[in-house]
């Protein structure tokens, strides 16, 4: 089936929206956020795959000798996996001073603002 | 909005989305097919760039530009975690005990401390040769600093960890990339374009400024890690809320200062085996 990851990275992104929107805990909500964002890893490799295809470094094999999957996809995955985490670590530091302020990481009873 | 309503709206769009995608995906070009315009295209400009790792080639010589902007944003995010993560007025920093570690924990994490921090070195540096480069061999190497921490503890890794120097070091690879961009310039050509000279192919000096750029971001990325860490343990085993709400050190509250006397978090390892119990582990939720 030749849209199967297609449909997996979708999957994953659905998955990850529904744990954002239903969830009752800013960390669990930020592991949802982190979901959604592998849905993209999967739909971007799942673009540069080529059959038979080999990682595209010639470290070990000669250039022209054998199909390489697309490496442009790879480069995007490799700055969006880093820029992920990171981005991960400001929203939990976030999340740190939310439960420090208001007693509470659910999102439901963070209904008020507070100085 | 009432949960109940709530959940329909959210049905209601997951149902679109998910059928959009599943229209959609019958367009998109058969997986695993042979036709990739892009990737041909890089490699080959990658090979006449004489970058033996095309990945490396796309991110910091074709692309290198937006390079800079996802590093721009992981700097700012870093600096917002520091930000955030501060300590305020009503908070303050109780010293870290020292704790005891089984025998083969200590032993284990010291020997692959070395080790750990030699293949962080050796991924940035082989970045345009093998898979790996400054973004993978920066977080190897910071989470190889944090080993100490685990064959030690907290304070051992204080000892060698400047977060001032760290946070100097998060900002010059950062300088360093941009100045490394200005290059190009010099030379009259576009703004990080590659204007030294390429090397032979396959070697660690080839591929004229990837490596460059490469160990640029490989000092940024390293010292973000550990940057963030810092905060993230500082937060964790140090900074504990005064005055009444004591939540996060019960029995410590009033009378600043007595560091000596903060329970040993939740971990409720009290086997009795290895000297005093290790201080802040997974601990103050």
């Given at each position: 089936m030749s849209v199967l990851p297609y449909l997996v990275a979708g999957w994953l992104f659905l998955a990850g929206c529904v744990g954002m929107a239903t969830s009752r805990n800013l960390i669990h909500a930020v592991g949802s956020l982190a979901v959604c964002q592998s849905s993209t890893y999967v739909l971007l490799l799942a673009v540069g795959y080529r059959r038979g295809g080999t990682a595209p470094v010639h470290s070990d094999i000669r250039p022209g000798s054998r199909p390489l999957v697309d490496p442009v996809v790879q480069a995007l995955t490799l700055t969006d996996v880093v820029v992920g985490a990171t981005v991960t670590a400001l929203l939990l530091a976030l999340v740190v001073q939310v439960a420090k302020r208001h007693?509470?990481?659910d999102p439901d009873e963070l209904r008020e603002l507070r100085g | 909005m009432s949960p109940r309503t709530r959940l329909w709206v959210l049905a209601c769009g997951v149902a679109g989305v998910a059928a959009l995608l599943a229209v959609t995906v019958w367009r998109l070009p058969p997986f695993g097919g042979a036709r990739h315009p892009y990737g041909e295209r890089a490699v080959e400009a990658a090979l006449a760039s004489r970058v033996a790792n095309a990945v490396a080639s796309v991110n910091f010589d074709q692309r290198a530009f937006d390079t800079l902007g996802e590093q721009a944003i992981l700097f700012g995010s870093v600096l917002g975690t520091v930000v955030v993560l501060r300590q305020t007025r009503d908070e303050r920093r109780v010293e870290p005990e020292p704790a005891g570690v089984a025998g083969p924990v200590r032993r284990y994490a010291l020997i692959a401390l070395p080790v750990v921090l030699l293949t962080g070195v050796y991924v940035v540096a082989h970045g345009q040769l093998s898979p790996g480069g400054g973004f993978q061999g920066g977080v190897v190497a910071a989470t190889g600093l944090h080993l100490l921490y685990v064959a030690v503890d907290y304070r051992a890794l204080k000892r060698v960890r400047s977060v001032h120097l760290f946070t100097l070091a998060d900002a010059a690879g950062e300088a360093g990339y941009l100045l490394l961009g200005t290059g190009g310039l010099l030379a009259?050509?576009?703004?990080?374009?590659?204007?030294l000279p390429l090397g032979t192919?396959?070697?660690?000096?080839?591929?004229g400024t990837v490596p460059l750029l490469n160990a640029a971001i490989g000092v940024e990325v390293a010292a973000a890690v550990v940057v963030l860490l810092a905060r993230f343990l500082d937060q964790a085993i140090e900074i504990v809320t005064s005055g009444e709400e004591g939540d996060r050190a019960?029995?410590?509250?009033?009378?600043?200062?007595?560091?000596?006397?903060r329970p040993a978090g939740g971990t409720g390892r009290a086997d009795g085996a290895d000297g005093p119990h290790r201080t802040g582990r997974g601990g103050a939720g």
């Open positions: 007693g509470t990481v | 009259g050509t576009a703004y990080l374009t590659d204007v192919f396959g070697t660690l000096a080839s591929g019960p029995g410590t509250d009033g009378a600043p200062g007595t560091g000596g006397a």
